[in-house]
């Protein structure tokens, strides 16, 4: 029974939070590795776009409750809005690239000057978000909230730890794979997604095969914004809504998609999840866990928590360097400019 | 690596001891002076010091930033965290001991952080001294995770102690009180102490890599100074930090000074802030100048001419003998430690360190618009860009608030869009200087006076 409790209480804070949160990172570390694998520069402005399309969302979610909706069944309205949101981010970033990127592909720049012009995006993209929503949590979530919640689960099963699953939490890893499967179908399946890759491998055996260099860039912006989209209403849903904590998130996404490899989406995917395990995992207090494992009269003093939990940067960046170190490649071999 | 894609030298200038202060150079500091001194008409003169004081510590940063990116081609974004370790050393410098604390527990404190070092010293050392097999994993986890709780049944027994001590006032261990002046250079050693780390581990690699690297460092070292209590209060902020400068309510209470403000008939506590604010800026100017002659003696020097080598062509540079690597490691640290000095001094103007204040847009990305506005690899053009990017970056707000208020004019009262658009007049600025870079780096990528 102690053993069993033990599971469900690590299950219900680290498992699940770190699943659902893994999940989030490896969308927008995928956002992130495509426009790295495509356009061959690190998009510093890739928090402010989730931060964006987010923004859409809620604003057409808001204007779905005052019409009065209240989710579609157990889900929450935001899903509605998603496909909004992800068109206006797609015109935003598409519009951004004819303003700005597509002047250096012309001069072939130097990434860095890239990384300095999405550094000016970024400023843009913050300005317009903080203007229109404002700097303050915004929540945007309805529809039913547990899919099990913890009073139920102890109900059901009488075991003394409760285990909550919330619909968000569910969503975000159903959503997630659903992601990932369309766009690596995408990929490996369409000969667009064929293209792009081999875009990404030989960029001048590929124009001399006779793709299209701007359709190319095209489509990978588009996929950006959808995934970017998708990765902020799913981590607003799940936390909350706030300009500043989506910008700060740009350091675990880039950390798990240099972990995974840059330029390789399975390596972001796995990336993410090594970066929220290793986060959730070393700020989690095991107190609990442990004193339902140990024998009588062992139970541990102190909390058992290896970092407190305002040091999370401190993981992604302790793990970055460590790739960095050992492996600058990532886990799974990614492209070194 | 060179700012410019397009980049065509001048064939006039090809000379490197070429004059980097020229008539252009001289037009648009007129013009930014300028504007500080409208300012003083349009506004008051006590706002246009204000500015010009932060304008100073601000051109300090983009001098290092400069020195960094101009002279070697690295991409550091992580200014934010060498700027808060210099507000650090502020605290630490200046505030006087807390006795008590240091009874309470402050040996232990030290005695931790010691163990904590010499953890990483050992396990990095059993990394390099042992052959590499199974055998050197294992020994190396051992280490660490011995090391790891050793560390924190010292360290954790000490600050729960010494924070215990009056949390209401104190509650950490004080600085030691020295002059505040002298946390100026010790905030560079201190962001010098960090580049050398950050250099070590990430230099080398590619440029992409350090941006991130550092972008992470600063948030660390933010979150740091938030939730290390013992250290430096956290987010409970350390305030009245000794001055280098009177304090206006002795001038005002200083019978000379009274006499001399009465002669040239000003109003004594206008004229004692003046005053104040005035010390502060010849101080900073003071430190200015002799960072720029500096870096313009180095610009010029031998090194200054291998360092642009080493950025236009590291491939070559190496082939000639240069120690590319070690290099970068040593401009960088020197980049971070004028940084780390601006920090302290941004912390001695304001008497205070507030850790929730440090943002990256404002400390870390503002000082790249700064230095890609004024025009990377040119001192002064970092300069003149510190100064007018933080006049920009202080005016746009009434001026975004001013022309809200003319599109609402026509607007009534109460309208919710009205309100709205008045109250978000403020992230205006973001726009604003999110729109001047990209403007300058695609018409004119080699900023307002480009380098010679």
Same mark, same amino acid.
């Given at each position: 029974m102690d053993f069993l409790n033990a599971f469900v209480a690590l299950l219900n804070f680290v498992i699940i939070p770190a699943t659902a949160y893994g999940a989030q990172l490896a969308l927008g570390a995928l956002g992130v590795t495509l426009i790295y694998g495509i356009l061959r520069f690190s998009n510093f402005a890739h928090g402010d776009t989730m931060a964006f399309g987010t923004m859409v969302v809620i604003l057409c979610t808001w204007g779905l409750q005052a019409l009065g909706m209240d989710g579609i069944g157990p889900l929450p309205t935001a899903l509605l809005a998603l496909p909004v949101g992800i068109a206006a981010t797609g015109l935003l970033v598409i519009g951004t690239d004819r303003a700005v990127y597509r002047f250096y592909r012309t001069q072939k720049a130097k990434p860095v000057i890239y990384v300095i012009a999405s550094l000016g995006v970024m400023f843009i993209m913050n300005g317009i978000v903080r203007f229109i929503i404002g700097v303050d949590d915004q929540r945007f979530g309805d529809g039913e909230r547990f899919i099990i919640s913890a009073r139920t689960f102890r109900e059901m099963t009488g075991l003394e730890e409760g285990l909550a699953f919330r619909t968000s939490q569910g969503l975000t890893i159903a959503v997630a794979v659903i992601a990932v499967v369309l766009l690596f179908w995408f990929l490996n399946r369409t000969r667009t997604g064929k293209s792009m890759r081999a875009f990404s491998d030989n960029e001048d055996l590929a124009l001399l095969s006779g793709i299209n260099p701007e359709r190319v860039v095209m489509i990978t912006w588009l996929i950006v914004a959808a995934l970017a989209t998708t990765a902020g209403v799913l981590y607003g849903l799940d936390k909350s809504f706030k300009p500043f904590t989506y910008f700060q998130l740009l350091l675990p996404i880039f950390a798990a998609a240099i972990v995974g490899g840059l330029g390789n989406p399975v390596g972001a995917i796995l990336g993410g999840f090594v970066i929220a395990f290793s986060e959730v995992g070393v700020t989690y207090a095991f107190r609990k866990v442990v004193t339902y494992l140990a024998p009588g009269g062992w139970e541990p003093e102190g909390l058992l928590q290896l970092l407190s939990t305002d040091y999370k940067f401190a993981v992604s960046f302790g793990i970055l360097l460590i790739v960095l170190l050992f492996r600058p490649t990532g886990i799974m071999k990614g492209k070194s400019v | 690596m060179s700012t410019a894609p397009d980049q065509t030298r001048p064939a006039t200038s090809g000379l490197p001891a070429a004059q980097s202060f020229d008539r252009r150079a001289a037009l648009l500091f007129a013009l930014v002076a300028l504007l500080f001194i409208g300012t003083g008409f349009m506004q008051s003169w006590n706002t246009t010091l204000t500015i010009l004081n932060m304008g100073l510590v601000s051109a300090i940063m983009a001098l290092g930033v400069n020195m960094q990116w101009g002279y070697a081609g690295l991409f550091n974004v992580g200014i934010m965290g060498f700027v808060a370790l210099g507000g650090l050393a502020a605290v630490l410098v200046s505030m006087p001991p807390v006795g008590e604390a240091w009874a309470a527990g402050g040996l232990r404190v030290l005695l931790g952080l010691v163990l904590g070092a010499a953890t990483i010293v050992a396990a990095i050392l059993a990394y390099m001294r042992l052959p590499v097999g199974r055998m050197r994993t294992l020994a190396m986890l051992v280490i660490l995770v011995g090391g790891f709780i050793l560390y924190r049944r010292v360290f954790d027994a000490g600050v729960a102690a010494v924070e215990a001590i009056?949390?209401? #006032?104190?509650g950490y261990l004080g600085g030691l009180g020295l002059p505040i002046i002298l946390a100026w250079p010790v905030g560079g050693l201190l962001a010098a102490g960090a580049a050398w780390i950050i250099g070590k581990t990430a230099l080398g690699l590619r440029s992409d890599y350090l941006a991130i690297a550092t972008l992470g460092i600063s948030e660390i070292i933010i979150a740091v100074l938030k939730n290390e209590d013992w250290l430096a209060r956290g987010v409970k902020n350390v305030t009245g930090l000794p001055r280098p400068v009177p304090y206006e309510i002795d001038l005002q209470a200083n019978e000379r000074f009274l006499a001399f403000a009465d002669r040239i008939g000003a109003d004594p506590v206008t004229f004692s802030s003046i005053t104040v604010k005035l010390s502060y800026a010849a101080l900073f100017v003071v430190v200015l100048l002799t960072l720029i002659w500096l870096s313009e003696k180095a610009w010029n020097s031998p090194w200054g001419r291998m360092m642009r080598a080493i950025r236009d062509n590291e491939v070559s540079a190496s082939a000639m003998g240069k120690d590319v690597k070690a290099r970068h490691l040593q401009v960088f640290i020197l980049g971070s430690a004028i940084v780390g000095m601006a920090g302290a001094m941004m912390t001695t103007l304001d008497s205070q360190l507030v850790p929730? #204040?440090?943002q990256p847009l404002r400390f870390t990305f503002l000082v790249w618009v700064m230095v890609i506005v004024g025009g990377s690899g040119n001192n002064w053009g970092a300069v003149l860009g510190g100064f007018l990017i933080w006049w920009l970056w202080i005016q746009v707000e009434p001026l975004g608030t001013l022309l809200m208020q003319g599109i609402t004019a026509g607007m009534s009262e109460d309208a919710w869009l009205r309100n709205h658009l008045l109250d978000s007049a403020a992230y205006m600025r973001l726009f604003t200087m999110g729109v001047i870079l990209l403007l300058v780096l695609r018409f004119s990528p080699r900023g307002l006076i480009p380098e010679r």
């Open positions: - | 009056d949390p209401a #006032t104190t929730g #204040t440090y």
